[in-house]
Nanobody, 124 residues
């Protein structure tokens, strides 16, 4: 198992930027696929982005592609989500999660570890 702690959320105006961080514990972090999900008010949790263990392959939801960038530093057990040109509809609690090769990376049910979430609020 891996324990995850997110940070970096906050209140930002539309068009602004935030960088979310996810700190992971565990010696096998570099073998996991890491994902970001979000849950807006009154909405279901949805996939945002994921990055393969090596960092060479990334995935994005269509709604954030071109605005968000996921990255990881396996030497520091960290995953990041750089969010630019934020929109009010990006307002949500953002969660970091871990899964393994062979799982469906866009399905939240296939992730076995979750952080507590960090709130992102974008004002218009």
């Amino acid at each position: 198992q891996v324990q995850l702690v997110e940070s970096g959320g906050g209140l930002v105006q539309a068009g602004g930027s935030l960088r979310l961080s996810c700190a992971a514990s565990g010696r096998t972090f570099s073998t996991y696929i890491m994902g970001w999900f979000r849950q807006g008010p009154g909405k279901e949790r949805e996939f945002v982005s994921a990055i393969m263990w090596s960092g060479g392959i990334t995935y994005y939801a269509g709604s954030v592609k071109g605005r968000f960038t996921i990255s990881r530093d396996n030497t520091k057990n960290m995953v990041y989500l750089q969010m630019n040109n934020l929109k009010p509809e990006d307002t949500a609690v953002y969660y970091c999660a871990a899964t393994q090769v062979g799982r469906t990376i866009m399905e939240s049910r296939d992730y076995f570890s979750w952080g507590q979430g960090t709130q992102v609020t974008v004002s218009s």
